[in-house]
């Protein structure tokens, strides 16, 4: 197992980044932690002609709260988001979903920004962008751009990045409710999940739900937010009745693909225990915990 | 669109503290330039995809997957390989208790547990065996059940900080 021959490329800077890839159009591919890409090349299922290293432009490894938005640098790796204290203290869902990337050593390389491009349907950090409303920035030949994560993610691997395109940055938008969790269920320690939930809300001095938001990772081709369940959820008491009605309502409201190995109603029942679990554990965890 | 180039690169690289020229290929896997071009054999090459954790090394000091990573990214960063932890006669105390908890039989797996663990061990000198088997998840041994390397980080650990174990 072993990569087809590339030509190597170390950039310095963003704009000789953009520069490389406009020279070499598609046969070029950008790598930054390369734990997606990496096993790709060596299995020969990506044979690109030139590789374009993402890993000097450390201006875009940068974890940066503004008044109303946290933003995330495209090359921040996944243990400094699982660490960072501006992620602990204003998006500590962001840093819960990361620390369950994978293994210690692939957070170590692993990033956001490749992350996002790689688009597999069950990883963790799409889905919280997609749940949070998160926007990507996009700099290419046309200049930069912005994009809503939830329009980013088009398919299975497929996503809204034209020729010569570079994610530099995410911007999860503040504040959120101060209630969170995270909940993924895989076979296997460290696998990418059959099924995971991230919920976040705020509760009211009554108790009542405020401002849900709720996705699901690995029951369609791209992560899911359910807007018509967090409605259901606005103004109601967060207690067990709500939660269970809520999940059922979740379980009725996805269509997983069914396969031999995973079938759908597993997959459904799945999604409705996870929604359990999420609001409990979003319930019961210590304030500024 | 220019033609590919495949020639050789000339790479200097800083491994263990020592720099090395070497001429090889762009396409050449850290681990395999560790292992063929600088005789490092310690780092181990199982999977070949990130899963099994053997040919884990230091970049920088931190662990990263040696077969997910071209020896061409290393200019400019220091690799650390198992061969800069302990010698046979003075083993680390993460190596010393692998031995006496019996933390290993055939050895393929070690290198890039005791890796791991001599740099997750600086971060977290005082870590739960919960904690423990999180990080050890990313490292397959088939031998020992794992059982005894938990036991042997613990070991090492109190010991590291100077309680009695």
Same mark, same amino acid.
């Given at each position: 197992?072993?990569?087809?021959p *590339?030509?190597?490329?170390?950039? @310095?800077?963003?704009?000789?980044?953009?520069?490389?890839?406009?020279?070499?159009?598609?046969a070029a591919?950008? %790598?930054?932690?390369?734990q997606?890409?990496?096993?790709?090349?060596? !299995?020969?299922?990506?044979?690109?002609?030139?590789?374009?290293?993402?890993?000097?432009?450390?201006?875009?490894?940068r974890?940066?709260v503004?008044?109303? !938005?946290?933003?995330?640098?495209?090359?921040t790796r996944?243990?400094?988001?699982a660490n960072?204290?501006?992620?602990?203290?204003?998006? &500590?869902?962001?840093?819960?979903? @990361?620390?369950?990337?994978?293994?210690?050593?692939?957070?170590?390389?692993?990033?956001?920004?490749?992350?996002?491009?790689?688009?597999?349907p069950?990883?963790?950090?799409?889905?919280?962008? +997609?749940?949070?409303g998160?926007?990507? +920035? %996009?700099?290419?030949? @046309?200049?930069?751009?912005?994009?809503?994560? @939830?329009? #980013?993610?088009?398919?299975?691997?497929?996503?809204?990045?034209?020729?010569?395109e570079l994610?530099?940055?995410?911007? *999860? &938008?503040?504040p959120?409710?101060?209630?969170?969790?995270f909940?993924? #269920?895989?076979?296997?320690?460290?696998?990418f999940?059959l099924v995971?939930?991230?919920?976040? *809300?705020?509760?009211?001095?009554?108790?009542?739900?405020?401002?849900?938001?709720?996705?699901?990772?690995?029951?369609?081709?791209?992560?899911?937010?359910?807007?018509?369940?967090?409605?259901?959820?606005?103004?109601?008491?967060?207690?067990?009745?709500?939660?269970?009605?809520l999940?059922?309502?979740?379980?009725?409201?996805?269509a997983?693909?069914?396969s031999?190995?995973? &079938?759908?109603?597993?997959?459904?029942?799945?999604?409705e225990?996870?929604v359990?679990?999420?609001?409990?554990?979003?319930?019961?965890?210590?304030?500024?915990? | 669109?220019? /033609?590919?180039?495949?020639?050789?690169?000339?790479?200097?690289?800083?491994?263990?503290?020592?720099?090395?020229?070497?001429?090889?290929? /762009?396409?050449?896997?850290?681990?395999?330039?560790?292992?063929?071009?600088?005789?490092?054999?310690?780092?181990?090459?199982?999977? $070949?995809?990130?899963?099994?954790? /053997?040919?884990?090394?230091?970049?920088d000091?931190?662990?990263?997957?040696?077969?997910?990573?071209?020896?061409?990214?290393m200019?400019?960063? $220091?690799?650390?390989?198992?061969?800069?932890?302990?010698?046979?006669?003075?083993?680390s105390?993460?190596?010393?208790?692998?031995?006496?908890?019996?933390?290993?039989?055939?050895?393929?797996?070690?290198p890039?547990?005791?890796?791991?663990? $001599?740099?997750?061990?600086? $971060?977290?000198?005082?870590?739960?065996?919960?904690?423990v088997?999180?990080?050890?998840?990313?490292n397959?041994?088939?031998?020992?059940?794992?059982?005894?390397?938990v036991?042997?980080?613990?070991?090492?650990a109190?010991?590291?900080?100077?309680e009695?174990?």
């Amino acid at each position: 197992m072993k990569p087809a021959p *590339f030509t190597y490329h170390r950039p @310095a800077s963003l704009a000789e980044a953009l520069a490389l890839l406009r020279t070499h159009g598609p046969a070029a591919k950008p %790598i930054a932690g390369g734990q997606s890409l990496g096993p790709m090349l060596n !299995m020969r299922l990506a044979r690109p002609g030139h590789l374009i290293d993402l890993n000097d432009l450390i201006e875009l490894d940068r974890v940066r709260v503004k008044e109303d !938005m946290l933003e995330i640098g495209a090359l921040t790796r996944h243990h400094r988001l699982a660490n960072a204290p501006e992620v602990q203290r204003s998006l &500590p869902l962001l840093g819960a979903a @990361a620390a369950s990337i994978g293994h210690y050593a692939i957070r170590q390389r692993g990033t956001i920004g490749g992350s996002l491009a790689h688009a597999d349907p069950a990883a963790q950090l799409p889905l919280i962008a +997609v749940t949070l409303g998160a926007t990507l +920035v %996009i700099s290419g030949p @046309a200049g930069t751009r912005e994009v809503a994560a @939830a329009d #980013f993610l088009q398919s299975i691997m497929t996503v809204d990045l034209r020729d010569g395109e570079l994610i530099t940055a995410l911007r *999860f &938008p503040l504040p959120v409710g101060d209630r969170w969790a995270f909940e993924a #269920f895989s076979r296997r320690h460290g696998d990418f999940a059959l099924v995971s939930v991230a919920l976040s *809300f705020a509760r009211d001095a009554e108790g009542k739900i405020d401002a849900l938001r709720l996705g699901l990772g690995g029951v369609d081709t791209v992560p899911l937010r359910l807007p018509e369940i967090e409605a259901r959820a606005q103004g109601r008491l967060a207690d067990e009745d709500t939660i269970r009605d809520l999940a059922a309502a979740t379980a009725a409201a996805i269509a997983p693909e069914d396969s031999e190995q995973v &079938p759908a109603v597993y997959r459904r029942e799945l999604a409705e225990t996870l929604v359990i679990r999420a609001f409990q554990s979003a319930l019961t965890r210590e304030e500024g915990a | 669109m220019t /033609a590919p180039t495949h020639d050789p690169l000339t790479l200097s690289l800083s491994v263990n503290g020592e720099t090395h020229d070497v001429r090889v290929p /762009a396409r050449k896997l850290l681990s395999d330039v560790l292992r063929d071009d600088l005789g490092l054999t310690g780092t181990h090459v199982g999977c $070949e995809h990130g899963v099994c954790g /053997a040919c884990t090394v230091l970049i920088d000091g931190r662990p990263a997957r040696a077969c997910l990573t071209f020896a061409a990214q290393m200019e400019g960063h $220091e690799v650390t390989t198992v061969e800069a932890t302990g010698r046979p006669d003075a083993l680390s105390a993460l190596q010393q208790a692998l031995h006496e908890e019996h933390g290993l039989q055939c050895g393929f797996c070690t290198p890039g547990i005791v890796v791991t663990f $001599e740099h997750y061990l600086r $971060e977290n000198p005082d870590p739960t065996a919960e904690e423990v088997r999180d990080v050890l998840s990313g490292n397959l041994c088939r031998c020992t059940g794992y059982q005894n390397i938990v036991a042997a980080v613990l070991k090492a650990a109190a010991r590291m900080r100077g309680e009695a174990a």
